[in-house]
């Protein structure tokens, strides 16, 4: 009997986290329009910006699709990131947290960017492509740091169970006040993540035309406005599970999570962007330099 | 993946929708279309320096769901802001059969509605909706941003309304404007997009869909082809 409910419970939660994860993300999505319009001195959108955005490039009568890839593409672009959602415990539910661990995670995250990869590649356009090759590049760069801080966190706490990890945090200390310099380097590390400026290169809208989202019309966009929001939720959840002891109330999360996602969101606007080698090597010399250090003093 | 039958996306059907909240979505569709509007800038002449404003802080065209975009694929206005010249036209063309539908296109300044100060111009296309079919016209020389905003306020009440349809006009009559077209830029023009096709593979068609125009069309059309990309060593 135990086993059935505990079953449906899981089943429940797998359902429920991605649903919080998208409101939570569209709110996001708002936030970092107004944000920039706040910084431009503008009013900027009106609430249900996002989902009236979403709502319309669904309903587009016409769409223009390149072929069964650039479909799957989009899916598992979306789908990358619905899977990294149920694995991050979030106030109640632990999804399938215990059992995935942070390693799991972290492969999760290189699949939107495949998917996209795949999706655009067979686009055959010109902006596509070089969009998407810097788009992995940054990836790679982005990626090295962020396996750096993931092993001393894990290496810190002696566990690779995220459960675990806010379990201790909250019995403890927030790991931002035992680990600090891999706490900064995380939140270098977070910019590129989210891809905001400095690190926007792929995109470029003036010079290739947002590089992977060239030839994404109706729906495909559509898919990849969800998935935008998808990767602020889960960017910042992320964080907040490492460094900032998770969630203990709901009230506690949301603040958390939104006070984390507004700092990269506050700095994008203020920085042009790097070219992509710029990126690479101020990627793999602060951050690393300074994960490197904070997994010295850890050990 | 050039044969418009492959395409894996449904059209839309006149079966008897049997859902009874069927006008509910609709009305749901209708009005996050006026409030979510992606704006694919044609920069041509004057009246493009008119548009800096209404997007910037004075007067934000972000509050009305409006922001610019840079595909035509992703677009859902086209804005020609100024003269179109016969070379500028095609370019224009181009563009507009790129976006997809529903897309509608404002024409800014009085060059879009009656050739303005180029009247005379031997090289202008005057009237921009013999070639494509325009939603909304600001009329001036040039409009203040308070007069663009004021357009694009029609347009969505438009669109609100169930009225922004004038696209599929394009389907509906392309014979009409393709003969435009033709008369402009000779009878071998052709574009990428297989309108006919698209038309009907929506159901667009309509009775001028097809005419003598269309005829010199089939006559020079070749297939389209996937470009192949080559790389020149």
């Known amino acids: ?299 | 993946m050039n044969k418009l039958e492959n395409i894996p996306v449904q059209a839309k059907s006149d079966k008897k929708r049997t859902n009874p909240l069927a006008r509910v979505f609709d009305e749901l569709i209708q009005f996050c279309q006026s409030r979510s509007m992606f704006m694919l800038h044609y920069c041509t002449g004057c009246g493009a320096i008119e548009l800096p404003p209404a997007m910037t802080s004075r007067f934000d065209m972000e509050r009305l769901g409006i922001q610019p975009m840079v595909t035509p694929r992703q677009a859902d206005i086209l804005l020609v802001t100024g003269y179109v010249s016969v070379k500028t036209l095609k370019r224009v063309l181009l563009t507009y059969e790129q976006m997809q539908s529903p897309k509608y296109v404002i024409g800014i300044c009085s060059c879009t509605v009656n050739g303005g100060m180029y009247w005379q111009s031997y090289a202008t296309a005057k009237v921009l909706n013999e070639y494509m079919p325009v939603d909304v016209y600001i009329a001036g020389c040039m409009p203040r941003p308070e007069a663009v905003i004021a357009g694009l306020r029609r347009l969505m009440s438009n669109i609100e309304n169930g009225k922004g349809d004038a696209w599929k006009d394009y389907y509906k009559r392309y014979d009409y404007y393709l003969g435009n077209q033709q008369h402009l830029f000779g009878d071998d023009w052709q574009t990428p997009v297989d309108v006919i096709g698209e038309a009907k593979f929506y159901g667009l068609e309509g009775e001028e869909t097809y005419g003598e125009h269309t005829k010199i069309l089939e006559q020079h059309q070749e297939p389209l082809e996937a470009q192949v990309m080559r790389v020149k060593l």
């Not at chain 1, 479909?71 to 415990?89: F, K, N, R, S, T």
């Not at chain 1, 001393?152 to 690779?160: L, N």
């Open chain 1, 1 to 299: 009997m135990t086993s059935i409910t505990s079953i449906t419970e899981i089943l429940a939660e797998l359902l429920l986290m991605p649903m919080i994860a998208f409101i939570c993300g569209l709110v996001m999505v708002l936030m970092y329009r107004k944000i920039a319009a706040r910084l431009q001195r503008r009013i900027g959108p009106p609430f249900f910006q996002p989902v009236y955005d979403i709502v319309k490039l669904y309903s587009k009568d016409t769409q223009i699709s390149h072929g069964l890839i650039h479909d799957i593409g989009i899916v598992v672009a979306v789908g990358g990131y619905v899977a990294a959602v149920i694995l991050l415990p979030i106030p109640g539910m632990d999804g399938i947290a215990d059992k995935g661990g942070i390693i799991t995670l972290s492969y999760f995250l290189m699949i939107p960017s495949l998917g996209m990869a795949l999706g655009v590649g067979q686009c055959a356009n010109p902006n596509g492509s070089i969009g998407i090759s810097r788009a992995l590049t940054a990836m790679l760069a982005y990626d090295i740091p962020f396996i750096i801080v993931v092993f001393g966190v894990a290496t810190h706490y002696q566990s690779t169970s995220l459960v675990g990890m806010i379990e201790y945090q909250q019995a403890h200390q927030w790991g931002i006040f035992e680990m600090p310099l891999l706490a900064a380097a995380g939140l270098f590390t977070l910019q590129g993540m989210m891809g905001k400026h400095p690190f926007e290169i792929y995109v470029a809208p003036a010079e290739i035309a947002t590089g992977p989202m060239v030839e994404m019309s109706g729906k495909f966009m559509g898919g990849l406005f969800v998935m935008q929001s998808f990767q602020f939720y889960v960017a910042s959840v992320l964080y907040v599970s490492l460094f900032l002891g998770g969630g203990s109330s709901w009230f506690d999360f949301l603040l958390k999570i939104f006070f984390v996602v507004e700092i990269p969101m506050s700095i994008s606007f203020l920085f042009p962007r790097y070219r992509t080698e710029d990126m690479v090597r101020i990627m793999w010399k602060w951050p690393v330099m300074a994960a490197l250090i904070g997994i010295a003093f850890v050990i």
